[in-house]
Every structure is written in C-alpha cells, then in structure tokens.
C-alpha cells in the first residue's frame, strides 16, 4: 500500500511551486518585479529590477530596508492603506519607467506586504497611446473653446452707439439693471437693438462667466419650439434622440437666457415658462422628472403685450412675471441727434468686414436721411447705407447716393417744411460747423450735429486717455490708488499720465484712503 505524504506537506509543496511559479511568470510578464513584507523589508526581487538598480549581486539585496535601496519608493503607503497604485511614472537612475503596486493580503486578510512592478522600463513604449490620449484631450479642448466662444455675450456696452438723452438714460438703466440679478423685459420695435442691448446686459452682469443662449420664439415652428426651449426625453416622440437632448433653458444654467419675440410664443408654452420663472425647474417633453436651473431671462418683444393680454393673446401671469424691470428702447426717429454717430460706426464696420475704404456721408447726405422716418430703425439704416456703398464707388456719400433707397414715408420726421423754414441751405450750415436743429412732432427740438473734422489719431487717443483718468478718479472719489485698479494700470503709471496731461495740482498729494 503507498503511502501518501501528509497534508500539511501537500500544501507547503504547492505554495512552493505557485511561488516559483509566479516568478517565472513576472519575469516573463514585466521588465522587473519586487515584493516587500509588511515591515518594509524587500523579501524578493528578480534580476531584472536590480539590474535597472545597478545592484552589483556581491551583497543579498533581500532582508534591506526597501528606502535603503529605493529612497522615493510609495510602497511603503500601499501597505498602510491596502489600497493598490495601479499607474505611477517613477524615476530610476536615467529612467524614467511606469510601475504598478499592489497590496499582498494573508488568509485572514489582513495586509502582508505590497508587490511593485514595473510595466515599462521606457516610456516611448506609451508613446503612441500618450499621443493618442493628447490629442483626444486637444481636440475636447478646441470644441470646450469653440462652445464658450459660441455661447458667450458678443457685444457690450461700448457698442451701444448713441449718445443722445434717450440713448444716455437707457445705458444708465441698463447698467443698473445688469447688476440686478432678475429678470428683464426689453420692448421696442424692430430693429432697435434689443439683443444687442441683451448681450451688453449679460456681459456686464456676475453671469458674465457664463452661458449666453439664445432663442427667437417667431424664428422656430410651434411643434418644435417645445423640444428647443425645454428639451427631450429619450424617445418622447418619432424620430426623437436616442439620448436626452437638453433645451436651451437647461444650456442657459448658470447664465443667461434671451428670448426673442416672446409675444409670439405660444399660449401652451407660456405655462411652461412661467413655471421656469416661479419655480426655477424645467421638465423636458416627454419625461415626469423635473429638472433645477439657475438661470436669468431677458425677454424681448417688438409687440405690444398688454394689448395681447387684452385680446387673450398672452398670459397676465406671464406678464407680470417678465415685466419686473422694462427697458424701452426708443425708436431711430426719436433720437435723430444720434444719426451722425451711427452712420459713422456702420460704415467703419462695412469698411472693417470688406476690407476696404473707410467711407464718410456728407452732411446733404446725413440731412437727406433725417427726412425718413425710419421704421426699420438701426438696423433699416445699416441695410441702406450698405446698399449705398455698393452702387457708389466716392469715398463720400451724397444726398443723390440714397436716391431710390428710401421708401416714401407717410409722415417724414422732420416734415420738410421744417428744414425749408428758416433753413435753406442745411448741407451748407453743417459744412460750416453750425449744428442743424428741427422741432420733433412731439413738441420738443432735437439737431443734427455736424460731422467732425478728421484730427491727428495721436489727438484723439491722448484725448480719450485724459477722459477715461478724469471718469475713474471721479468714480473713486479722487482716490488714485482705486483709480489706478479702475484703469488697470499701476499707481506710478498713473501719476506719470497725471504728469503727461497737466492734472497734477501744484501741492504735494496727501496721504489717501484705501
């Protein structure tokens, strides 16, 4: 009868082989392998990882210390925390090699020691995976960008041209109201520069830093304006994403929705949006789950909403909800001392986008466009001026350029008889400098100023500098130091500039609060 050798032999006998098994098996597997107890003594290491060491093999290098032999060593943490360090980029010798640690844990499960290897003994190996993975990274980058610069304000308020009283009052409003954290309602007809107005407002605002979405509620069909405003559910209807599809109220979070043309949104919709308003919560279509947002609306129509209100054309909760500060903005023929500025600013930006030269109107011309009434407002003028500059090739445009470009006006602004009476050369008076006034329907007296002769752009901008350093020292209350914040510029820049434009006074500042 054989007899069979005991238990206990049996299992020492295969703890042996699989231990020298699994040498083998890293030898073979990784460019170097060792294994540490839970004190930190390096109880094996293969061949390979001493070479990388340097490790002469007179002295066993089994029974050290494992900082004797690898000072920066991590192992020691994997052991203490059991936790395993699957990719680390480590420096041995010359090389740099990526290696893994992972924690070694006994019957009871309790931590024993900690085994490193290294995966590569030289990073080029990665090299086409890290160059893979960069280029991921840059592309998700590039579309990151391209998405802020989409959705961020494109105009400010700088680019509010005008600077008749009307247009004066309305960006002392606007400003106020961008630092007002609630909603607004922007009214005026077409044309006037409500999104413009939106942009600036947002730029201006804390939500600067974030999303401007935009949405014109005449511009979308009725059965898809629901889907773009609030979004969808995976398949909440035919032909609907597989995924859910955010609206824009749900890619406004955090910043600024503009909703164009309200008063042409649907009587069903608007229940929905006032619950955004109330509520702070949108529900996309087709799901029972709502969704929180933090976000503010500008609101803008060319419509008269109590009017529609009265004919139930729109909700007076809706209204009411919108209307918390009203912006109107006024019309191109109520602010007629504007119209040389403007014209000026269209041109240049013509000029800027063709490539070209800078044209000028002349005052016969700029009278012949104070004749209209303009209802397409600014952007009525854009379009004629633009039509002007492509059938003429003068760099000064005539009163004869908008012959055929101006519609009969029913009630021209000014009538014609006031420019005939007392007036009977206008294009000659502005030639001289003299500003051209006329009475407005309404009773009041506006003028058109004449066009500035051109100045030396050094002029100009030591003009605007000296303007820009009197605004902020009035703003900080003579303060130079918060002035200096305000301009962006150092103290010593300042009082150099102060120097350069003669605003020093002759005594010694005193010392000034900060």
């Known amino acids: 009868m054989v007899k069979r050798p005991p238990i206990a032999s049996t299992e020492a006998f295969l703890r042996s082989q699989a231990a020298r098994t699994l040498r083998r098996l890293f030898d073979s597997l990784y460019e170097g392998a060792f294994a540490i107890d839970r004190a930190g003594r390096i109880v094996w290491m293969n061949d390979k990882y001493k070479a990388l060491l340097g490790w002469n093999g007179v002295a066993p290098i089994e029974g050290r210390i494992l900082e ?15 936790q395993a360090d699957l990719l680390d980029i480590i420096t041995l010798g010359k090389r740099e090699v990526v290696v893994s640690r992972i924690p070694l844990f006994d019957a009871q499960g309790q931590v024993s020691g900690a085994l490193g290897v290294i995966l590569y003994d030289r990073l080029q190996a990665l090299r086409p ?13 590039a579309a990151r960008r391209e998405l802020v610069a989409e959705r961020r304000a494109k105009y400010s308020f700088s680019q509010l041209v005008g600077t008749s009283p009307l247009m004066r009052d309305l960006k002392a409003q606007a400003r106020r109201a961008a630092a007002r954290d609630t909603t607004l309602l922007l009214l005026g007809e077409t044309g006037t520069g409500k999104e413009l107005l ?35 559910a995976p398949g909440a209807y035919t032909g609907a994403a597989a995924r859910p599809k955010p609206g824009k109220v749900a890619l406004a979070d955090g910043g600024t929705l503009f909703l164009d043309e309200v008063g042409d949104m649907p009587l069903s919709l608007q229940a929905k949006l006032l619950r955004v308003l109330q509520e702070r919560e949108v529900e996309p279509l087709g ?39 009203p912006l109107t903005l006024p019309p191109l023929r109520a602010r007629l001392e504007d119209l040389g500025i403007l014209c000026e600013a269209l041109l240049e930006t013509m000029a800027l986008e063709a490539d070209g030269a800078m044209r000028e109107i002349a005052p ?62 206008a294009p000659a008076q502005l030639n ?25 752009l050094r002029a100009v901008l030591a003009e605007a500098e000296r303007a820009a350093i009197l605004r902020a020292l009035e703003a900080t209350g003579g303060v130079k130091l918060q002035a200096a914040k305000v301009l962006g510029i150092s103290r010593a820049q300042l009082y150099e500039k102060l120097a350069s434009h003669h605003l020093m006074s002759g005594k010694q500042d005193k010392v000034e609060t900060v």
Request: glycine share 6%; no cysteine; proline share 10%.
């Open 129 to 141: 995976i890290v160059s893979k993975f960069q280029r991921m990274q840059d592309d998700l980058a």
């Open 364 to 425: 016969s011309g700029l009278a012949r466009l104070a004749h209209y009434a303009w209802p397409g407002n600014v952007r009525e003028l854009g379009n004629v001026l633009q039509q002007a500059v492509a059938h003429r090739d003068s760099l000064l445009l005539e009163a004869e350029d908008f012959a055929g470009l101006l519609a009969p006006s029913p009630d021209p602004i000014p009538p014609m008889a006031a420019w005939d009476s007392g007036l009977p050369d």
């Open 432 to 456: 001289a400098g003299i500003p051209l006034t006329y009475p407005r329907p309404d009773g009041l007296t506006a003028a058109i100023m004449p066009l500035e002769a051109p100045r030396p």
């Open 287 to 325: 799901s029972n789950k709502v969704v929180s947002v933090d976000v503010r609306i500008i609101a803008a129509t060319s419509r008269d909403l109590r009017l529609m209100m009265e004919q139930g054309a729109f909700r007076p909760d809706l209204f009411y909800r919108l209307n918390v500060l």
């Open 68 to 82: 004797e032999v690898i000072p920066d060593s991590l192992m020691r943490k994997v052991v203490e925390s059991g």
């Open 198 to 232: 939106a942009h600036a407002i947002h730029a201006a605002s804390p939500r600067a830093a974030r999303p401007m979405v935009r949405v014109n509620a005449a511009a979308i069909p009725e059965h898809l304006l629901e889907a773009e405003l609030f979004g969808t």
